[in-house]
Structures are given as C-alpha cells and as structure tokens.
C-alpha cells in the first residue's frame, strides 16, 4: 500500500486545522491522535457506543464511523469547543449538577448528542430525549440522571434565551 | 441519628467537571515520550496446539520492533485474579501459550511504532494450528470423554467443589412438609466498560517498570507482576489514572505482563489497548450456572432445608472461579436452619469468567427468588409475607455465617417501596382507558443481600492523611476510584472526621509508589473498608494534634477533647476552643512544632451484608409474547448513605445491568463453528436509553454500628434482585416460571407454544 496523503482542512471548535492525512485516517483518530482532542473517546471503533459523537456541521456523529477526508472543508465541534475556559457550557453545567456523570467515559459523547438536540429542539419530551441518545451507551447511570440532565440543560437554555431577547430589546 | 456536616450530603464529586469539559485523562489519553503500541495474536480457535509460528515475514513490516513468541517469555504458571493469595486461586495459566484453551488466548505479541504496523505484523505471523475438541458449557465439560482442560491440576475438568453448610440437610428435609426441586440457568454475560482494558507499561533502563493501568487492584497486580518478571514490589509502580468503568473485569491482569516484557526489549513505553471485540470474548465474563434448587418449607411457610448444587462455568483457567462460587454460597438473606450449598467451579472452552458486579450472587438470587416465589403460590401465601416470614433480622445470622447482624433495614426498604408501588397503581389505573385482554400486566418482588469487602473477611486497607499547617489535608488512599466516585466519598469521610469542609481535601488514590496498601476494588470494598480506613488515620491524626496541643498548651492530654471539628482545652478558669484550622497554624511551626501524620491499618473483622427489595411491573403481550418493562422500583438498605446521589446512582446502574443479565445480554457460542458469535455491541445487547423502564429508588436510613459514620456498601448489591424480580413479573404475568434467564423474545414465544 502506498502513503499517498490528502490534504485536508477542518474547522474544529472554531480553530482551523490543516494537514496531510492518509485516505483511511478515521475523524476520530485525525481528532484525537492527530490534532490532541483527547476528550473524543474510543469506546469500541465501530459506531455501536457513541462515546466518540461530534457535531459535524451541526449533526451529532459517530467519529469513528467517518473518514477524516469527509470532514474536509467542514465544522466539527468536540466536547472541548463546549466551555469557554472556566465558564461551562449550560449542558455541561447541567451534567454536573445532575450528578449524571460516572466513570465519564461516555459523558462528552453523551453531551455532544443532547447538544445536537437541544439546538433543535428547545423543549424535547422524555421520550424525544431518548431517541436523541439512543445511540449513546451508558454502562453506569441506568440514564435516569442523564435524561434529567438534558431536562435541566433544556431549562437553562431556555433561561438563557429569554435573558439575551430581552437584552436585545 | 448523629448530625453530621459532610456526611449524608450529596456533594457533587470532584472529578465532574473534568469530565464534563473532557479533559479527564484515561489510559489512552496519555502519550509517552518515544511511546510504541503492543498487540495481541490471539486464537481464533477455542481449543488447539500451535504446531509452528514463522515470524519472518512479520519481522520485516516497516516499523517492528518485536515479535514476542511463548519460548520469549517466563516459563512460569500463574493466577491472574487480583485477589490476595489463596489456595483457591490455582496458577494454570502462562503469559502466552503454545496450547490456547479457549478464542483470544494469548498466542504471540507485536510491538511497532504505529498501531497499523501492529496489525500488519500480526496479518503476517503464520501460524500453523491443530484444531482440537473443545467443550463450552458446564455438561458437555463434564462427559466423560470430555477432554481435560489442565490434567496436572484435575482428573475432571472439576477446579474445586466448595462446599458450606449448616444445621443437617437431611433432617431439615423430614421436618419439611413440602419439599420442592428444580433447576435454573444464568448466563455469561460481559461487563462491557465504556473504555476497554487499557496499559502504557514503561520498563525504564534502571530496572524499574511504571505502568499507567486501568486496574481495580494496583497492588495485587503489582504483586503478581513482580513474581512473575523476578522483580521487588517496590520496581514495580502501577499508576491508576481516570477510569472508565470495571464492574470486576478489572480486578485481575490482562495485557500488563505481554506490555512489560515488550517494553523490557524494545526499552520503549509500549501502550497496549484492548479493541472491543477483545473486550467481548478475551477480557472477562461472568460465570454461566445451572443450579439444582431444593427447598423444604413447613405447612405454615418457614424454610426448614436449602440445598444447592451449581454449576459455574469458569472457562479455561481458574482465576477467580473457586472464590466466585465460595462468594455465592455466602448471601442468603434467609433464616435457614438447615443448609447445604455444593458448588462445582467447571473448566470449559469458553471465554474466561471471572468477576462481574455481584461476584456468584446474581445466579444464586435469580435462582432463589424465583423458587421461593412459586413455593408461596403454591402455599397459598402472598410471597413478599412468605419470603418475609423468613427473612432474616438484627440478632440473625445468615446461612453458614459465623457473625450475628447488627443492621438490617429490609422492612423499612419494604415499606418504602411498597408506597411507591401503590402510587404507580393509583396513577396508572386513573390513566387507564381500555383493557386488552390479551395485555397481561404483573408485578414482581425479589429480595437479596450482598456484602460490604469479601465476605470472607480477607478486606485491607490503610490510608495517609496528612494535615498541613492551615488546616486543609492531604488524603493518600490505595483504593481504586474506576468511575464509581470512591474518591469523593471517602474525601466526605476523612472532612466529616477532621471536622472540616470537603474542598479542604486533596485526595491522591491508587498509585502504588505513593499510595498505601488497599485490597483492592472489588466486593463492594470501598466505602467500609476504605472509609473505615480513612476514619482511623483520621482519628490517628487527632490523637497525635491532641497530643502537640497539651505539649503546647502544657496541660494533660485528657484535658483537651475533640468535637465536632473543635479542639476544646479546659482549664480551671474556663475553655478555650481551637478549630482545625487554628490549631495547625500553632502547633506546626515553632520551638514545639509537630507534623502531623495520620495513619491506618485497618483489617476486615465484619463484612455486613446491605439488603435491596426490588420490584418489575411487566406487561405481556400474550399473542405475540413481547414483554414491556414498564418500572423498577429498588429500594436499598446499605447502612448510612454518606452520599445520597451517589447511591442513588449506583442504584439506577445496577439496575440497568439488572435488565441486560434478565432481557437481553449474552455471550454466544456458535457449537458447530465454535466460535464466539458476540463480538461487538451489535450482537450483543445491552440497554440503551429507549430499554429503560421508569426506574423508582428508595434509599432507607440504615445504620450499620461497625461502619464508617454508620456506611455499608452498595455498588454490586443495586444489580443483584433485578432478573429475579423481572423473571417474578413475567411469571405472574403469564402463570409461567421462568428458570433461565435472558427471557429474550424467542424464549418466551417458545416457553407459550404461541
């Protein structure tokens, strides 16, 4: 086989990367070993787990399932484009507070799906919820504390939105 | 009830917020300066002999650095069950092996610059097998033309029998009334941690070796290693870095040994991480059963003989198998006068088992609750009275156990439960509108009992605490937070003691270069025997300030005592109250001062035993035999909950386990192709959000004398009674007992001939 590399340049959580990868580097690996965004996490390499989810232009994705020269010319936010600095992202926040996180290994996949949600659906129903995060595994919390995370997140947005309307008027 | 200020708090823990934003560091975050990868070769057959292996062509894959062959490395049999020694624990089996005995047994190993040359080399390893007869589950193990997994250690593929026993079985037979027989299986099913087994092992040139390791038990692991590679168990470091989960897979060695002698040759940091088809069928198990259940009840329904013989499928070696099937006779939550439990741990080809949250207990509760359910019917008694009837209380003893209970919440944690149940009745019959006749909807009731350390008392734990001079504490513990939050709750204990704030402590765990000795976390340990260890260096700490006090403060040391978190000296003319804080700050620095150290030993002298009650509401489908898991309610007793959320948590995942091991998990084997069918986690199910039922926990306030702030334990417990109480529901349901689990949708159509 020979090395032939691509040249790719992909805007992760807002930064541009560039680099010449080979055809068959998964965006999960580009993310993690290539560019250091270790918060991406490998649970089983095959799309069954969801630990590895990133928004792809917007749309939650298994990152082990694309190639990163699919990701070419595209925005991909990871669980580290979420807080600014000290300041936590509301889903974050609501996480924690929800005592929703166990051994973790799931959680930035886990928010990066209720992201993708959220961002759609400002009030989304238990079993809406659910669906969103179907595709997530959780080996730890039984989801009842996640669920109730995305419910508290959702009232934090919601929160945040009324509070930056009325700024704006 | 004492009124504590840390304690009984639902603190949030500390590592949340790393992991939140994703910069909590697993083993594979890490990145060693020179680092190399490792891989396995691992059989594809589950029972042969390696005739020859050529390396030639793999040796010259750009960027290898090693291959690793059996003639390569210690020619030594060894346990790898983290457990401290015991002659249980029978050495069968080699760090790699020219006779694999079951599919993923570690054949040869691969060390290269990049993961992709790791797997070219192992693509190029020819190796040349001779496929021999393999035996998967527990009877075809036992025929007598069966092959012999390891003749040197037994003339059947019988491990061990361990027996207990109390009272006189076969008396307790003529004093019964009724006597009722039956058999039940469980299955094997994998823990299936989020993030697999994972090592970064670094041989350093000065004969030192550090390994970054996903481990429950750092100092058994550095203690089999050390064996093993002719090493001190101070050239030995393991460093337990964040954890993504374990539930018992990681209380044992699984790549460590092949990353240490790789590392060794190639003098390179060599990182070898599990995919998760090894996770599936060459990690860890948990023992499938077939038990015989015979049970003796009086007219009046009180249990006069309990009699047992199971079968636990241990795979290819032994590791944890005799100590699993002992722990399964020990946590029977009856009063039985009369008992006998037989049970064989059998060698097979299948994966190996080993521990897996509840460690021999889910198999016998499945079993048991699910009898002692049809024995009330069939008495005509309600079965939450009859199995209460029998339970056992304060004062007791549970069958074959030598300490007397000295807590036992089961009628609160039934009471509680019991007002949840009756108010999903209320809501639900107020929402019903039509009755299908052919919707059958029932509720089940199981009730368990677990452990808080091994039951057999073989739990240790120290710890350091150090205070510093401005009152905060730094807490060196030797056990092992892998996602359950032991670091935090054992942080509540060491503030609740000091009688300070919980962000006054900075906590160090499990890096056995820094850290003292723990057990390991397994059996439910943390909470009482590290609390309990945590709660004697605490109070060692201010014994030695009460000490630097009267030093100080030139009084006798009877004259200060210490409450709630103030030093308090009494002197003729009065008190004068010092906290923590003020304390330090005069005693550390000048003429007199004193550092203070707190330190432990603390030996397991009890393992109490926490209870659950858990119920199933089920409603069945009879026409096409689909089953609605519609709520679970659990309500535990595991003594003073130190944080209420965080047992609330460990209840809601156990329950989640609970409902894999009933509905849908388990590990396959294709007899005639004798492969391992459940590869990944798309053929082999566990529950996603949209599995879950409406999940109900009630937490009683327990109080168990012996332990820290009154603390037991709860992680394994939570899973135990739920396949019992799902397989209850659907029998009630459908007036079928239901004797093996999983109760997947083929299994139900065929056990109604629908």
Partial sequence: MDNQTIHICIAINGKKYSSDVLPNLTLLDFLRESIGFMGVKKGCDSGHCGACTVLLEGKAVNSCMLLAVQADGKRVITIEGLNEGEKLHPIQQAFIEENAIQCGFCTPGMIMSAKDLLDKNFNPTDLEIKEALSGNLCRCTGYTKIINAVKNAADKLSIQRKASEMEEK | ?754
């Fill in chain 2, 1 to 754: 009830m004492e009124d504590f200020k840390v304690v009984g708090k639902s603190h949030h823990r500390f590592e949340s917020i790393k992991k939140a934003i994703g910069h909590a560091k697993y083993t594979d975050d890490y990145v060693l300066p020179n680092m190399v990868y490792g891989m396995i070769l691992r059989s594809p057959y589950a029972h042969a002999r390696v005739k020859s292996i050529d390396k030639s062509q793999a040796e010259k894959v750009a960027g290898v650095l090693k291959i690793l062959l059996p003639e390569d490395v210690p020619d030594k049999l060894f346990n790898c069950s983290g457990n401290p020694p015991s002659p249980l624990l029978i050495e069968d089996e080699r760090i790699l092996t020219d006779h694999p005995l079951y599919m993923g047994d570690r054949i040869a190993a691969v060390a290269a610059v990049t993961k992709e040359a790791c797997r070219e080399a192992l693509d190029k390893l020819i190796v040349e097998y001779e496929e021999l007869t393999a035996v998967f589950d527990v009877d075809d193990a036992l025929r007598e033309d069966a092959p012999l997994l390891h003749p040197e250690i037994s003339s059947s593929n019988i491990v061990k029998k361990i027996e207990a026993k109390q009272g006189d079985i076969d008396n307790g037979f003529k004093e019964s009334d009724y006597v009722f027989e039956d058999v039940y299986y469980a299955p094997m099913i994998q823990n299936v941690s989020m993030e697999p087994n994972s090592y970064i092992c670094d041989y350093a040139f000065e004969g030192k070796l550090n390994i970054i390791s996903t481990s429950q038990t750092p100092f058994q692991e550095r203690r089999i290693l050390a064996r093993l590679l002719d090493m001190a168990e101070n050239d030995v470091r393991i460093i337990k870095p964040v954890m993504g989960g374990g539930f018992g897979e990681r209380q044992q060695l699984h790549n460590q040994h092949v990353g240490a002698i790789l590392s060794k040759v190639v003098g390179r940091p060599v990182k070898i991480i599990n995919t998760r088809e090894e996770q599936m069928y060459a990690s860890v198990v948990r023992h499938s059963a077939k038990i015989f259940l015979k049970i003796g009840v009086t007219k009046d329904g009180y249990i006069k003989a309990f009699k047992v013989e199971s079968y636990y499928n241990t795979g290819a070696y032994t590791t944890h198998g005799p100590t699993v099937v002992a722990a399964g006779s020990r946590k029977i939550n009856y009063r039985i006068p009369n008992y006998l439990f037989e049970g064989y741990c059998v060698y097979s080809n299948s994966p190996v088992s080993g521990a897996v949250r509840g460690y021999g207990n889910p198999q016998m509760t499945f079993a048991r609750e699910v009898m002692l359910n049809t024995i009330a019917k069939k008495l005509n008694m309600d079965p939450i009275e009859f199995k209460m009837k029998n339970h056992v209380e304060i004062g007791d003893k549970l069958p074959a156990a030598t300490a007397s209970l000295l807590s036992c919440a089961t009628e609160e944690c039934l009471k509680g439960g019991e007002e949840i149940r009756r108010k999903i009745d209320e809501e639900e019959s107020k929402n019903r509108t039509e009755n299908d006749p052919n919707i059958k909807e029932a509720w089940g009731t199981a009730f368990c009992c677990h452990t808080s350390g091994p039951s057999s008392k073989e739990g240790m734990s120290s710890s350091v605490i150090l205070i510093n001079d401005d009152g905060t504490a730094n807490l060196l513990i030797g056990s092992a937070d892998i996602g359950q939050g032991s670091e935090t709750i054992l942080s509540q204990i060491a503030a609740e003691g000091l009688g300070i704030d919980l962000k006054d402590i900075a906590v160090t765990a499990a890096d056995t270069k820094f850290t003292p000795y723990d057990t390991g976390t397994f059996a439910s340990s943390q909470t009482y025997v590290g609390g309990n260890a945590v709660f004697l260096a605490v109070k060692d700490a201010i014994e030695k300030i009460t000490k630097a006090l009267a030093r100080l403060y030139e009084v006798g040391a009877e004259k200060i005592i210490f409450d709630k978190g103030r030093f308090v000296i009494s002197y003729i003319e009065g008190n004068k109250e010092l906290t923590l804080k003020e304390a330090m700050s005069k005693i550390t620095f000048g003429q007199k001062g004193t550092i203070i150290t707190g330190s432990s030993s603390y030996k397991a002298v009890e393992a109490p035993p926490p209870f659950a009650v858990c119920w199933a509401k089920v409603s069945v489908d009879m026409i096409t035999g689909s089953v609605h898991l519609k709520h679970i309610i659990e309500a535990v007793d595991v003594g003073k909950a130190i944080n209420p959320k965080l047992v609330e948590g460990q209840v809601q995942g156990g329950i989640s386990m609970g409902i894999g091991y009933a509905m849908m998990e388990q590990i396959e084997i294709d007899k005639k192709t004798k492969k391992v069918l459940s590869s990944d986690l798309l053929h082999y199910k566990v529950p996603l959000t949209l599995d879950m039922p409406d999940i109900h926990v009630y937490v009683a306030d327990g109080y168990e004398p012996t332990g820290p702030f009154g603390a037991k334990s709860v992680g394994e417990l939570s899973t135990v009674p739920v396949a019992a109480a799902i397989a209850i529901a659907i029998s009630n349901a459908t007036g079928e007992e239901i004797k093996r689990i999983p109760i997947t949708h083929s299994y139900i159509v065929k056990g109604y001939n629908v």
